[in-house]
């Protein structure tokens, strides 16, 4: 039985502000089902009730061969936030995050837990693997254990002051361009990289990409110095949770063999949501960060013009400027454009089951899990296509199942939802796409398949 120690500084339901924390919680139980043991080590955030408590940390069993440890430091981790408050980062997250990943080093010695991996995610964790190369590397506990890091999303390194250096507990040789310096900062994800024996990232497009200048952020000649070490494994969607059939969140259930259902659900966000009572109208839904790298500064551009023909609910929060173009877009369209600035568990459900299409026109996208959710929700996808968009929605006019645009521009992502509008006219057309999109299947089965061959071949390495 394969032991895997998984650490993520958020999973569901425990903590959440974005997918990491659905994949930290969705892969963890697949690999348990399929036979590994799994220890998922996160901090003790506020509202977690362990079901045993310890001086030093919290535990609950989720299932046979599945637990949760929340590593305990009131001082840390007992605030508002994650990451930060009132839109700034905690000034000590170095501090808090460094605590963390030496603590879960620890308590895997006090639980008697030697792993045979060590998977970390992100930034937040990856000094866990920093330190056992570092600490551990003579030490007879951890002298099986493998490291993988994962990176969700590049752009999201860890940066810290040089000052800030010694908080590490580590020599200054480390502070060089051989391992943690990054133009003179600390950047703990590069360090991460360079510790870890093998990476990967959440699509294969996108484990090509970030090994480019364009996509690299800095770090594309690390990565590429890894070699055959970096591999790009593919997201995948819990469907105990995104299942329209099951959803306990809208307005009525269905499926593939019930598609007329879809429209109550379209009805009913029409009238929630304050827009005008029309099914035959086309209604968009967007669920995403308000920012650049989602494709906000596309949509705002032809907002006006896509308006006259369609409907709009987006659901987020993001850059303030845009709440202010959208709030004042939403003010001068009321009845087809519906805003809502939060991010709210249960609206995203009812936009996924309402709307006609989805839209992600991100500029660049690691993999995302909407474009994925929406399928199952029979939303057809309209995406820019980069990251592991480009994996996962093929084109209409291809044989595929979204409507896909190539040049980064609004003009080709007002051309991309024409397409589909003009499709959506002709109903019995547009209800075989969605009977079509709804057979696709992106469970975690086979994902973590993907994971437990690149955990063996982790183990293979001397």
């Not at 890894?226 to 591999?231: A, C, F, P, R, Y």
């Not at 309402?354 to 996208?365: G, Q, T, V, W």
Request: aromatic share 12%; proline share 3%.
């Amino acid at each position: 039985m394969m032991k895997i120690a998984f650490l993520s500084s958020e999973v569901s339901p425990f903590s959440k502000t974005g997918g990491l924390a659905d994949v930290s919680a969705a892969l963890p139980h697949t690999l348990s089902r399929k036979g590994c043991q799994v220890k998922i080590f996160t901090p003790w955030y506020q509202g977690a009730t362990p079901q045993e408590v310890y001086a030093e940390y919290g535990l609950t069993s989720l299932s046979d061969n599945l637990d949760i440890v929340f590593v305990k430091n009131d001082g840390y981790f007992l605030r508002d936030g994650l990451y930060g408050a009132g839109g700034r980062d905690y000034p000590d997250n170095l501090e808090r995050f460094s605590f963390y990943c030496r603590k879960s080093l620890e308590l895997l010695k006090i639980m008697g837990f030697s792993p045979d991996i060590i998977h970390a995610n992100d930034w937040q964790t990856a000094l866990v693997n920093i330190y056992l190369k570092i600490f551990e590397k003579n030490g007879i506990f951890f002298k099986n254990t493998r490291t993988v890091l994962t990176i969700h999303n590049l752009a999201y390194q860890g940066l810290f002051e040089k000052g800030q250096f010694p908080r590490l507990g580590i020599n200054w040789n480390y502070f060089s361009l051989h391992f943690l310096e990054f133009y003179g900062k600390i950047n703990l994800l590069k360090g991460g990289i360079i510790f870890s024996d093998m990476v990967n990232t959440v699509s294969p497009t996108y484990a090509q990409q970030i090994r480019t200048k364009e996509y690299g952020c800095g770090l594309d000649d690390v990565l590429k110095d890894k070699g055959e070490s970096v591999w790009g494994i593919l997201n995948a969607v819990d469907y105990t949770i995104w299942d329209p059939a099951t959803d306990p969140f809208i307005y009525k259930k269905y499926g593939i063999e019930s598609v007329p259902d879809k429209m109550e659900n379209k009805v009913g966000l029409q009238k929630e949501m304050g827009l005008i009572v029309d099914p035959d109208v086309f209604l968009l839904g967007m669920v995403a960060r308000l920012t650049d790298q989602k494709g906000v500064d596309l949509l705002v551009k032809i907002l006006d013009t896509l308006l006259e023909k369609t409907q709009l609910v987006v659901l987020g929060t993001g850059d303030t400027r845009y709440h202010r173009i959208l709030e004042k877009a939403a003010g001068k369209h009321p009845g087809r454009f519906s805003l809502h600035l939060a991010f709210d568990e249960t609206v995203a459900h009812k936009i996924y089951a309402a709307c006609d299409a989805f839209l992600m026109p991100s500029r660049f996208e690691p993999c995302g899990l909407s474009q994925l959710i929406s399928y199952k929700y029979l939303t057809v996808p309209i995406v820019h296509a980069t990251g592991g968009l480009s994996d996962t929605v093929k084109d209409h006019c291809a044989g595929g199942g979204g409507f896909v645009f190539d040049v980064y521009r609004a003009q080709s992502l007002f051309e991309a939802i024409e397409r589909a509008r003009k499709l959506f006219t002709h109903k019995e057309d547009y209800a075989c796409l969605q009977q079509k999109i709804g057979a696709y299947n992106f469970s975690w089965d086979k994902a973590a398949q993907h994971y437990l061959t690149m955990y063996q071949r982790c183990q293979s390495l001397q």
